[in-house]
């Protein structure tokens, strides 16, 4: 079965611009989550959607916003980019959460 | 949140040589995965283990939920072995992840 695909894999921008990222899920999976991953941070969630519901949300600022469609797909959204967004943006399905997540390859974001 | 930490931060071994990583949280949980990420960013689930030992090969993992700590062993490393292992625990539907154990296996 496919894996769960972000796109785009690469992308730069300029500070101040917003981006839209996008997470297509495992078929069936109806649970995406998100995360960003920098040096300093390490790894950290954004959040988490069910159903077209955001069910979870980590310490990120209003800038960072997402949605899921009917087909699980997802998209997150980062407006006025800031040196800082940049960083590896990891997406996760999973059938309803709790366990049997899959991760997909991440879209890196660099922001100039 | 729960705290999750990771030893040794760093890792170097000669192929062939056997490694433990350990994982310490600090809360219970019911859920505890290890993660391999490749050089191309992709983590990959190596095992769910909320409790006990499980065995895929060359590695295995033991999690002592009442003591709150996870072991990854890796054993007749192998340079594909390199990358970046990470535990990481659920709560709430979200993942909280160590920092991470860096891994280089020479050949």
């Known amino acids: 079965k496919a894996g769960v695909t972000q796109t785009p894999r690469y992308l730069i921008k300029t500070r101040g611009q917003q981006v839209t990222l996008s997470c297509s899920p495992i078929?069936?999976?109806?649970?995406v989550s998100w995360y960003q991953q920098t040096p300093g941070q390490g790894l950290q969630f954004l959040f988490e959607y069910f159903s077209e519901t955001q069910r979870n949300k980590g310490n990120f600022p209003g800038r960072f916003s997402g949605r899921q469609f009917s087909n699980s797909r997802s998209e997150m959204n980062v407006s006025t980019l800031e040196l800082g967004d940049s960083a590896l943006y990891l997406c996760?399905?999973?059938?309803?959460?709790?366990?049997?997540?899959?991760f997909g390859s991440g879209t890196r974001l660099t922001v100039v | 949140g729960i705290q999750v930490e990771q030893s040794p931060p760093d890792l170097i071994l000669q192929e062939g040589a056997n490694s433990t990583l350990r994982c310490n949280f600090s809360d219970s949980v019911n859920n505890l995965q290890w993660f391999h990420q490749n050089p191309w960013g992709q983590l990959i689930n190596l095992f769910y283990i909320p409790s006990g030992t499980k065995q895929n090969g060359r590695l295995s993992a033991t999690t002592v939920a009442t003591e709150r700590y996870s072991l990854l062993y890796i054993s007749s490393s192998q340079t594909t072995d390199s990358g970046v292992y990470f535990c990481?625990?659920?709560?709430?539907?979200?993942?909280?992840f160590g920092t991470g154990t860096s891994l280089t296996v020479i050949p």
């Open positions: 990481a625990v659920v709560l709430g539907n979200q993942f909280y």
């Open positions: 078929s069936g999976h109806r649970s």
């Open positions: 996760a399905s999973s059938l309803a959460g709790h366990y049997g997540y899959t």
